[in-house]
């Protein structure tokens, strides 16, 4: 088993005394400053003027311009929507690294597939937490952590390993458990896993599920519940135990039916297509696509999430959340809430 990291197997003296500059305040952004200045760190936040900027000052952060942020900073953590990393790298980032600084992101793609090119003088690392921002300080807050992977892609003072590390200890990760990787392991499995599993597969199968229902005649709010409302339920029993606890839970008919019936779902086809979509992503296919897609300004992108947005699942879902007060309010109206 590859060894898993935990906050007694870390340094934390190397990050110590330097200045660290969070780049964005978005998802993970602020879960990162927040949870360093927390952890004892010296945190300047970059931004653009707008909302963000505004948060952060809320927050207490001392926020300057991306080039300012570099410029005062040892360690600069680049924390930008992915799509837009390499324009701000190019003409604020770039200029302002010293040599023996280090620069570092939350995901390998922009450096794995060619758009950031560091230079040759500074460590290069990631700290990649497997969650979601919000959960990266909600969790810390709460003493815990979401877990984290790391890895070094260049290093010229010897210590970005150990940086790469007391960072993820700075986070909350190593409360979890830190694991090594590489960029291109993070960036290849991260990319696979949120298309074919976490969020491209379990949509795929909602709406499958929901509209193989509902067009048999039975009810929409029936389907809801069975398809997506559900869900939930079960990935808890699955997160806190594996497949084992879950099938404990469920009743003998819904475990017999999963033994029978989920083979037939996501067979060797699917397990096919799998591999083409794991290809796509190591080619460099689906990264080129992408970067592609933006540099046109997104045309399929916003056309696809309009449609989507319009889906008979979604209608009854916000209908029957409104009526489940219990139901957390989804993180998207908060976020909007902080981006408008
Ligand atoms: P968000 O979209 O949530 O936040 C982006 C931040 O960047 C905002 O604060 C935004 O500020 C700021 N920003 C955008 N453009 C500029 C600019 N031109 N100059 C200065 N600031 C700018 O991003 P995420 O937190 O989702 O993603 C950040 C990185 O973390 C990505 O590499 C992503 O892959 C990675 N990651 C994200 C995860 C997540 O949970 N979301 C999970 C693991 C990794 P403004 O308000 O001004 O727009
Ligand atoms: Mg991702
Ligand atoms: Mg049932």
Known sequence: MSKVLYEKDIQKEVLQGKKIAVVGYGSQGHAHALNLRESGYDVVVGLRPGKSQQKAEEDGFQVVSVADAVSQSEVVMVLLPDELQTAVYNESIKPNLQAGNAIAFAHGFNV???QIVPPEDVDVFLVAPKG??????????EGAGVPALYGVYQDVTGQARELALAYAQGIGAARAGVLETS?????ETDLFGEQAVLCGGVTSLIKAGF???TEAGYQ??????EC???????VDL??????ENMRYSISDTAQWGDFVSGPRVIDENTKARMKDILTDVQTGQFAKGWILENQANRPQFNAINAKENQHPIEKVGRELRELMPFVKQPLQNKNKQQKD
């Open 228 to 234: 997506l409302h559900e869900m939930k339920l079960i």
């Open 211 to 213: 509209e193989t229902l």
């Open 112 to 114: 794995h597939f060619s």
């Open 132 to 141: 979601p921002g919000h959960l990266v300080r909600r969790t810390y807050e």
């Open 238 to 243: 699955l997160y806190e135990g594996g497949l």
């Open 183 to 187: 960029f291109q392991e993070e960036t």
């Open 220 to 225: 929409p709010e029936v389907a809801y519940f």
